[in-house]
Structures are given as C-alpha cells and as structure tokens.
C-alpha cells in the first residue's frame, strides 16, 4: 500500500520503518533532513511539504509535537489537507487534546478525507519493537480498514469509540503514569532517605503488587541517575496539561467537575521540573523535585 | 524442619500450607479456631497460645496484623519470648512499623532469640501461588538461614539491611501502590466521565508505560465494580500512615524532613474510604471516593 508519513522524530522514525519492513511504499515528510535520511535509505521518498506527500498516499501518519505541529501539517498553508485525495485516510498519533483532533477531524472530513485519531504508549522501545498500545477513535470502518497497519507498529490495538476517543484515553493513560512516577519519585526518595539501597529496593518491589512499568523505566534511570534516555519530560507536562484540562471540561459533552487530585499536584511537580530548566530531562528527573524539596540551600 | 506459624488470616493460611507442602512439621496458632482448621486438617499441631508453640519450632513465623497484635503475640504474656529456644528464629511478616519491628527484635535478643523482619508484597494470589515479593531486614546470617524457608513462600526475596529495613522497604512498596492506586482511580474515573468504556480503557493502558500490577489487580475490580475481594482497605490506611511517619522522621537515623505529597494527598483519599464506612472494602473503592468528590446531594 501507498503510505505516508510525517514527523519523523524519536517515536515516528521506527514507527515509520516498521511499516516499511512489511512491504509497503513509504513517502516522508519532516522539517529535518536528518530525521529523513534513515528513512530515505531504507526506500522511502521524501517530500518538500505534507501538501506534497498527501496525494500519493492512501493512508497518512502523522507523529509530530503537539497540537499546533497537527494544524500546521494538517490544516496550514502546506498541509496534508490541500494534497490529500478523497477517500485516504489520515492517522494522527502523537498525544494532543482530544478538542484540537475532534476540529482537524471535522475540517478533513467536509474535504472527503477520514481522520484516525491514535495516540500510542510504549515509548521509544515500544516503538523499536512494534510493541506499542494504539488508542484509536474515530469511524468503526475506517479502523478495520486502518487496523492492519497499526499492528505492524503495535501489540494492543483498540478502538475506543468516536473521532476524540483515542486521545481521551491517551489522557487518562498519561494522569495514571504521571501519578505513578510522583509516587515511584516520592518512594525511592524515601528508601534513600532511609539509608536503603533504591536499586535493591527497586527490584524487590517489582516481584510484588507495586510492580509497574513505571518503577520499570524511569525507576530505573532513577537508580542510576541517567536523566538523559526517553522521551523529553516537556512533552508529559503538555500531555497532562490535556488530561487536566479534561476533568476541568468533565469530558467536554458532561457539565464540569472532576476533581483529579493526584493528577493536580503531580501537574505541580512537572512544572517546578520545567522551572529547573529540565524540560529536555528525561521524566525520571521528576525525582530531582522530590529530593529538591530536601535540599539544603548550601547544597 | 520443625516450624510455627502464628496468625492465619487471608495471607497467613495459604503462606503456612506453602510451607508444609515442602515437608516441614508445622506447629500453629491462631486466636479463631476456624482460622487454625484447615492447617490442622493438613496435618499442622494447634498450640493454645505463641508460648507454648514455641518451644516447638526452630522457626517460628508471624503474620498478624498491627505492631499491637506482633508486640502481643512476642512479647505479651503468653508470647513467643516466653517459650521460644535460644538460638531460634521469629520471622514477622505483616507490615508494621519499622521501629516497633527493631523493638522487638532487640527484646528477642536479649534472650538469644534472632528476628528477621520480613514482610512481603503479592497479596492473597501471591501468597496462594507462593509468588511473594518478600524484603528481609536483619542479620545477614540469620536472613542466609531463612531464606530456603521464604522461598517455599517466594519468588522475589532480598535482603535489605539491618532489623527495620525490610519493614522500611515494604513502606517504600505502599507508598509507590497507594499513590499508583489514587492515580488508578483518577484515570477510570475521567475515562468514565468522558464517555469511554472503562473496561476497555484499561485493557488499552495495560498494553503501554501506563501498565501496572494496580491497574491490573485493582483496575479489574474498580471496572467490575467488585470491592469485597483482597485485602481490607483498611489494612493500607496502616501502611501508609507508617509511610507517612517514616517521611515524617526522615528516616529515623537522618533528620527530620521529606516531603512526599502525593502520598500525604492520598493517605486523605483513603481516610475518606474509612470515612464512608468502607475501611472493609478492597482498596479499589478508592474510585468512590474520586466518583464522590463528583456526586450530586441528591444521589
């Protein structure tokens, strides 16, 4: 099949290759030309814009930033929009508000053009080893017709109901990681305080109910203090900024009022990562805010 | 080997038949007779009280409930200190405070008794598989001479330090599970708010960095709506209020000082479970104190 694919960053690229290995023509689009050139190599051809690209594939994947990087390369002056053929699909992967994908959604589809919302987890491994979980929302068709590709780039494929599911999920994916990496930070922080060893702690505690992929992961770069690996810690401040702004709306068809406490002040803990100027940390740093609440001014 | 066991609840029961499945002589006490049956039907000795059990065993275990219940079945008038031989064992496997665990093995050295504290991790299914996560605290020579005897209740079992380290490692576990469970309960609870399947919701998040043995265990009941399963909440509103004081002391041997909100934040969510009469209920009717926070009067 005639693909697309646009964001090539450290989850579109082996995302993008994945669906390469199983045979299908590849058309890429990013604004670096590093970020094409593994792709190039691999057979893929590379486009000048998203307008570009669009008319020479069936299916389009975009994994770019965030919510204005979509309507940039969706909606803008160049945009897959303005190339895209009636009838091709667009699938839109990286994590935005559910309200921005439900818009770019309502815009493709008076062009003929369907839309996929499907944000993943997994992470960059999971992207490696086309282990991802993809939560899709939008029209049933276009998912079985859509599904096959998503499992050459994941393991756990669901629809979750209507254009906006998928992030919606994806926000709630994002507040229960995110409160489990305070949670990780606060008790390895505590074991250390306590004269214990995070590392033995660490692993003792993933034999038994505490056990995550959390402590997994960032529990890890925890212990051993690289804050350098994964996905940038200013990217969980964007995705939790949406879940937040979810249970301020309730849901956006519900009056609002949920209360997300945990969430809230993990929110807090986010935001003093970013005023360290650890934005492009990985979000096992968060740990770095606990024990900052410890330090002495000296230090 | 000839063993005690002492406290045959929901954790204790299938910990003690774990045991005589590898062939050891069990001698048992427990306050309720029908806790004691099914140990005596597979052929265990009933003692009347810890002190005359002792004597009997080369190692005696417990797994009661509180640091009153251990201080009383120890060191209380018909305790395992008034029977138990020189150069015997008393492992103690419930969760209670890391000080009152070293109180008690410093009594039970006076006499040339040595005591490991050992709590474990897993829950009814853990012990029932002899799966445990079980972190030991303790001389490391008395640990090496149990071990052989943890591992017939075990998979995951480490020694973290000196008397009190494994009642502090098993704090560090609840925090990190209580905080992920606060989360938990946030991410089904917008799901839900927002229209989706929870259901579907956490099979989605389990397949991604959102995964988590929480999620797994107590996602499953906060979806079926099934709180009668496990372990009493109110057993956690122990544990983490033992977390909490660890914080609170920083540690015992450091000065005062940790901050840990999260867990704080979440200790106030399980004070509302026990505050709606729910201190009976699994720990995953945390959700209705996040769905509560959202009722109107009239419901």
Do not use: W
Request: glycine fraction near 12%; charged fraction near 20%; charge should be negative.
């Amino acid at each position: 099949m005639k693909l697309g694919f646009i964001g090539l960053g450290v989850m579109g690229r082996p995302m993008a290759l994945n669906l390469m290995k199983h045979g299908h023509e590849m058309g890429v689009y990013a604004r670096r030309a590093e970020a094409v050139a593994p792709l190039v190599a691999a057979g893929a051809v590379r486009y000048a814009t998203p307008a570009e690209l669009a008319p020479n594939a069936e299916i389009t994947f975009t994994m770019v930033t965030n919510s204005r990087d979509v309507e940039e390369v969706v909606l803008g002056e160049q945009g897959v929009i303005h190339g895209a053929r009636e009838g091709s699909v667009l699938v839109d992967m990286e994590t935005i508000s559910p309200a921005v994908a439900r818009a770019v959604a309502a815009a493709l589809e008076a062009k003929g053009i369907a839309m996929l919302d499907a944000p993943v987890s997994g992470g960059p491994m999971g992207a490696a080893q086309a282990t991802l979980s993809i939560m899709a929302g939008g029209k049933a068709e276009v998912f079985e017709r859509v599904k096959p590709l998503l499992a050459c780039m994941g393991k756990t494929i669901l629809h979750m109901g209507a254009s906006g599911a998928g992030q919606i999920t994806k926000a709630c994916n994002q507040l229960a990681l995110l409160v489990n990496a305070q949670g990780t930070a606060e008790a390895m922080t505590l074991a250390h305080a306590c004269g214990l060893d995070p590392a033995r702690v660490r692993e003792v505690l993933l034999g038994g109910v505490a056990a995550s992929r959390v402590l997994e992961l960032f529990g890890e770069r925890m212990v051993t203090r690289d804050f350098s690996a994964g996905i940038e810690a200013r990217l969980y401040h964007k995705d939790l900024h949406i879940a937040l702004g979810l249970a301020h709306e309730a849901g956006l068809a519900h009056e609002a009022g949920l209360a997300v406490p945990a969430a809230a002040l993990t929110m807090q803990s986010v935001n003093a990562l970013i005023g360290r100027g650890e934005g492009g940390s990985d979000l096992s740093a968060l740990i770095k805010v606990v024990e900052g609440m410890r330090m002495r001014n000296a230090e």
